[in-house]
């Protein structure tokens, strides 16, 4: 009984969340120069304008490519912080976990502007490089307040007993510790990769001419918005299940082969 | 079990060093013109700042919104959680996809959509219309529940994601015993996984309080002008009268009453374990 | 957007060659940041005036967007100069060159045979386009009626329905005079506690105060507000399409964007260049056909279709019935009145 409840609520928040979305379809297909609902008249024309005007698809890859980037570097950097900040003791361990929290705190306009100061005196502006580092910066405390949470929650003795048992200590964590932190990592990885793809404020100010798919929404914003925006946005989502069922299809293969999926446990 | 002192610096350097770099000294800049104006200390900054009733009022209304919005995605988002943990893993996989694929969409354009759904002509007060429940359209947007509903959709997967991960985190073998002796479903949700995922629902509050704190977009687009949040204050301060000195000041009080509120929040559970959260270790 | 024709386009940058053919250095590893608002509108302007100028010069050209005081401030000031050429608002242009922020222009490299008229160069910009904030309206909302002034505008019993302007005293408080019947010449210095006096009746007919170009526009398609102020270019494409929306300039005003260099910027000299080329009355014509935002270059109007000359802002009849914004006015007193403005919209 329940079950069917919760079913029936997870259904409603979730068409809830969904619900710009199942708009933005309708749209998109529009044939106006505008946004309407419901559209008068439909048309491919601004899936098409996407692929003619090349600033939106290199807006959309420097975006995914920063968006990987930062991801990988964030997860990588904020989880070896938080090991440390949950196993060994130091004075300054508060004022650390502060400093890797505040990024999330302090307006990003704040952050958008002192970066811009120093990217100008180091000549980082309008590098992707610096861009990416710079996501990663604001990605990392989704990374370490997670990974800290999970870790905290996590029963030593098991990897004690690793220990005891002859296990290097990295051995030990990479078979004890982190296969419990996967749904952890996962869900960081998903907030941080995130985080990045949607950063508007700081890129508008470092990247010089590099436009990422939020700053060049953010420019069209200024004097029109057509609906090629909304277009973008379907495709993503296209293509994002469209991954998804590819990854899940080539996931079940291995399984049948395997018959084990410690991912599918994130 | 506690590392080695060698081994913490190792583990710690990196992570260090980008804070730093790109963080703390770019920042620290910035928000030393609170108290510097570059040649010499100064309180007129502060001075300026506190003698205007509007930054008062403004940072009031960004904590309460925060609050509020933080309460409904806390109230939203665990028994979705819930829900989810309790799927066989495939289905988890999708349903944390579902919930997961707003995120595609740019947080501008998903406001953007919400214009146009809760507009005066839009569809939402066309059906409140129609089944009569409002002979007149009603003002829907530029409210603070237009606001409210943006956040919310913006949030909720944030909070949803972190309260599953804490569930899973739960070892299910320990309700599994617990129902094993005897206990009531509801007995085993109450006393056994609660408590202990309590601690994953807090990271996911915390994580959503903060980013709320620093919401821009939404404000703008969807509040009236009596729902302007304090980082559309702080970006005026930067942008259009160019006092950066004045945004350093807000910036400032902001970090400063929110680090009040985590370590209020972390006194008040220090006692309890099951609160401990990913913030200040103790 | 549309595209321009592949052959427009290859006169434009055959005569814009023509024109330049007298620059002999060809320097072929410059390159110029040149900063512009972006969006849509960065695409027209490489075709027309960005991509032919590194044709004809050798010069590249980096657009960056968007225009943003504070980074120019923050360039300036710590020596390290992002852009060598940027678009900038009126007042902006005030509080810049105040600041000592950008350079005098050289206009003898610009527009040597003095055929620019005077107001269209300002001793550290080069005024690059005009558009103006005027009145918008739905046309299907009033009963046939339409709004001919600010009196009108602030009438909310011959014209109900919601309305809304910027989230920015800049104009407001023009159009609040004006309503209250203050003569277009008398304008300026503002008597602001009037203006605020009379902001004070229309503020709760206002369910939203605008912030950029895009939010106006779908404001009104959306009939969240029957009335609106609004930027002149967005409204002709509504109508186009058979959208019930009509704007007058009456009452309007008319606005000013520049271009200047940075203080500091490194390559000013080809700055200059760039800054002839966007003078090139075929190309400015081509780009105008685009964005109705018509600068002051000579012999561009004589290429435009005399109709579609007449809709834009500067055409005699429009401008007639318009007041000049006051930039230097609004640099003066921005700070004080932006303060006010914000305790007085936001609490």
């Given at each position: 009984m329940t079950r069917i409840v919760l079913l029936v609520y997870f259904v409603l928040v979730t068409g809830f969340l969904l619900l710009p979305l199942i708009f933005l379809l309708p749209i998109s297909l529009t044939n106006s120069q505008f946004l309407e609902f419901p559209p008068k008249s439909l048309s491919l024309r601004w899936y098409r304008e996407f692929f003619i005007d090349q600033s939106w698809v290199d807006a959309t890859l420097v975006s995914l490519k920063i968006g990987f980037g930062a991801t990988a570097i964030s997860l990588l950097l904020g989880t070896l912080a938080s090991v440390a900040l949950v196993r060994s003791n130091f004075r300054l361990k508060g004022i650390l976990t502060a400093i890797f929290i505040a990024p999330l705190i302090i307006p990003s306009v704040v952050i958008a502007l002192a970066l811009y100061i120093v990217f100008l005196r180091w000549r980082l502006v309008n590098n992707i490089y610096a861009l990416t580092i710079a996501h990663a910066m604001i990605a990392m405390p989704y990374v370490v307040m997670i990974i800290t949470g999970s870790l905290r929650r996590f029963d030593m003795t098991i990897e004690r007993a690793a220990r005891i048992l002859g296990a290097t200590p990295v051995r030990a964590f990479i078979h004890t510790t982190l296969p419990f932190l996967t749904p952890a990592l996962f869900a960081s990885g998903i907030l941080a990769f995130f985080a990045s793809f949607d950063e508007l404020i700081i890129t508008l100010f470092i990247s010089g001419g590099l436009q990422t798919l939020p700053v060049r929404i953010w420019n069209d914003l200024s004097l029109k918005l057509d609906p090629t925006v909304p277009a973008v946005a379907v495709m993503l989502t296209l293509v994002s299940i469209l991954g998804m069922t590819v990854g899940e299809i080539a996931r079940r293969r291995n399984e049948r082969r395997y018959q084990s999926n410690p991912i599918s446990e994130a | 079990m506690k590392i080695r002192w060698s081994r913490t610096i190792l583990l710690l350097t990196p992570a260090t060093l980008l804070a730093a770099m790109l963080f703390v000294y770019p920042v620290f800049g910035v928000l030393s013109l609170t108290v510097h104006d570059g040649t010499s200390f100064t309180g007129e900054p502060i001075r300026q700042v506190f003698n205007s009733q509007l930054s008062i009022i403004v940072l009031q209304r960004t904590f309460v919104t925060a609050a509020t919005v933080t309460l409904i995605c806390l109230l939203m988002g665990y028994p979705m959680a819930y829900f989810m943990a309790g799927l066989s893993p495939r289905k988890r996989v999708l349903a944390t996809y579902l919930i997961l694929?707003?995120?595609?969409?740019s947080v501008l354009i998903r406001t953007y959509t919400w214009i146009i759904l809760l507009g005066r002509e839009g569809i939402l007060n066309k059906a409140l219309v129609a089944i009569g429940l409002t002979a007149e359209p009603i003002q829907?947007?530029?409210t603070p529940f237009a606001v409210h509903i943006g956040m919310v959709q913006i949030l909720l997967p944030i909070v949803i994601l972190t309260c599953l991960t804490s569930i899973l985190d739960v070892e299910r073998d320990l309700v599994k015993a617990a129902r094993i002796l005897g206990a009531t479903p509801a007995q085993a949700f109450w006393k056994v996984l609660f408590p202990l995922s309590v601690s994953g629902a807090a990271t996911g509050g915390i994580i959503c309080f903060i980013l709320c704190l620093g919401f821009f977009v939404t404000p703008t687009l969807l509040?009236?002008?009596?729902?302007?949040?304090i980082a559309n204050l702080i970006d005026l301060q930067v942008?259009?009268?160019?006092k950066w000195d004045l945004a350093a000041v807000m910036a400032s009080a902001m970090l400063a009453a929110t680090f009040t509120c985590l370590l209020a929040y972390w006194m008040l559970t220090r006692k309890r374990a099951e609160f401990a959260t990913g913030g200040l270790a103790r | 957007m549309t595209k321009i024709t592949r052959r427009t386009f290859g006169i434009a940058a055959g005569a814009l060659a023509g024109s330049l053919?007298?620059?002999?250095?060809?320097?072929?590893d410059v390159t110029i940041v040149v900063n512009g608002s972006g969006g849509a509108l960065a695409q027209t302007i490489t075709k027309i005036f960005e991509e032919p100028f590194t044709k004809a010069t050798g010069i590249k050209v980096r657009p960056t967007a968007p225009v943003s005081l504070p980074k120019l401030k923050a360039m300036v000031e710590s020596g390290?100069?992002?852009?060598?050429v940027t678009e900038l608002n009126g007042d902006d242009v005030v509080t810049a060159t105040k600041a000592g922020w950008l350079v005098p222009i050289d206009y003898k490299a610009i527009d040597p045979d003095n055929?620019?008229?005077?107001?269209?160069?300002?001793p550290t910009a080069l005024v690059r386009a005009s558009y103006s904030t005027v009145i918008a309206f739905r046309?299907?909302?009033?009963?046939?009626k339409t709004p001919q002034s600010w009196a009108d505008f602030w009438?909310?019993?011959?014209?109900p329905g919601p309305r809304s302007l910027e989230n920015s005293p800049k104009g407001n408080l023009e159009f609040a005079l004006l309503a209250d019947g203050v003569a277009p010449d008398k304008l300026?210095?503002?008597?602001v506690d009037r203006a605020f006096k009379k902001l004070d009746q229309i503020k709760k007919h206002i369910p939203v105060w605008w912030t950029n170009g895009a939010q106006h526009v779908q404001l009104l398609i959306d009939g969240e507000v029957s009335m609106t102020s609004s930027?002149?270019?967005?409204?002709t494409p509504l109508k186009n399409e058979g959208k019930p929306v009509d704007i007058t300039f009456k009452g309007g005003a008319l606005m000013l964007s520049y271009l200047g260099i940075p203080k500091g910027a490194k390559h000013q000299k080809e700055a200059l260049q760039f800054m002839k080329f966007r003078m090139d009355p075929v190309a400015s014509a081509e780009f105008v056909k685009q964005v109705?935002?018509?600068?002051?270059?000579?012999?561009?109007?004589?290429?435009?279709d005399p109709a579609f000359a007449a809709?834009?802002?500067?055409?005699p009849a429009n401008a007639a019935v318009q007041f000049d914004f006051n930039s230097a006015w609004w640099a003066d007193n921005l700070d004080a009145v932006q303060a006010r403005w914000n305790e007085w919209l936001l609490i």
């Open positions: - | 694929l707003p995120f595609w969409i829907l947007l530029y509040g009236g002008r009596t729902s302007l949040l942008h259009k009268t160019l | 053919a007298f620059s002999p250095s060809f320097a072929e390290n100069v992002e852009w060598d055929k620019l008229p005077a107001i269209a160069k300002q046309t299907d909302k009033f009963g046939g009438d909310v019993k011959s014209f300026y210095p503002l008597d930027w002149n270019g967005r409204i109705p935002y018509p600068g002051f270059v000579p012999g561009m109007m004589e290429l435009l809709t834009l802002p500067t055409s």
